[in-house]
C-alpha cells in the first residue's frame, strides 16, 4: 500500500480457520468488529489470497461478513471488491505465464514438493512427488485428451 501511495488505513486479517489448530490472527470477523466499534463505518474487504469468487468469497465474504454482521452493526456498510475472475487483463496474464513455462520444457514449480505443515494425509507425500518430478511433454499434440493445435497456438 505505502509503494502504491495510497491513503486508506487497511488490515492484513486471516479467515476461514479449519481445524483445531492455532490460525494466524486477525480473524476477519474480530478486525471487522474492532473497526466498526473504533468508528470506522464503511468498509472494503479485498480478498488478495483469491483469484475467483467462490465459497469463501461469496458466503463468508458476502454473507456472514458483508449481510449478517450489519443486523449487529446497522450503520456500518461493508463491501467486498470483485474477484479478478475472467477480467481480461488476467487471463491474458495467465496465458502469457502458460506459454512461457509450456515453451520453457520446465518441471512443474518447486513448491509442488512441499507439504502443508504437520501434514499426516498418506496420500500427500507421494501425489507431491509425482507432480514435482514430472516434465512438461515436448509436444503437446501427442498428450492425451483433445488437444486441437489452435488451442496451443491461441496460448503464444
Request: glycine letters at 6%; charged letters at 25%; one cysteine or more.
Amino acid at each position: 500500500m505505502r509503494e502504491l501511495k495510497y491513503s486508506n488505513p487497511y488490515r492484513l486479517v486471516w479467515q476461514s480457520k479449519v481445524g483445531p489448530s492455532a490460525w494466524l490472527g486477525a480473524p476477519t470477523d474480530e478486525a471487522i468488529k474492532g473497526l466498526i466499534k473504533r468508528g470506522n463505518k464503511s468498509l472494503m474487504m479485498v480478498p488478495i489470497a483469491f483469484t475467483s469468487d467462490h465459497i469463501e468469497t461469496l458466503y463468508e465474504m458476502d454473507i456472514e461478513y458483508g449481510e449478517e454482521m450489519r443486523s449487529e452493526f446497522p450503520d456500518a456498510n461493508i463491501m467486498r471488491c470483485e474477484s479478478l475472475n475472467m477480467h481480461p487483463t488476467f487471463v491474458e496474464c495467465l496465458s502469457q505465464l502458460l506459454a512461457s513455462h509450456l515453451k520453457s520444457d520446465g518441471k512443474t514449480i518447486p513448491q509442488m514438493a512441499l507439504r502443508c505443515p504437520m501434514c499426516v494425509n498418506s496420500t500427500c507425500g507421494p501425489m507431491r512427488g509425482f507432480f514435482s518430478s514430472r516434465h512438461l511433454p515436448k509436444d503437446l499434440t501427442s498428450c492425451e485428451g483433445d488437444v486441437k493445435e489452435e488451442d496451443i497456438e491461441s496460448f503464444g
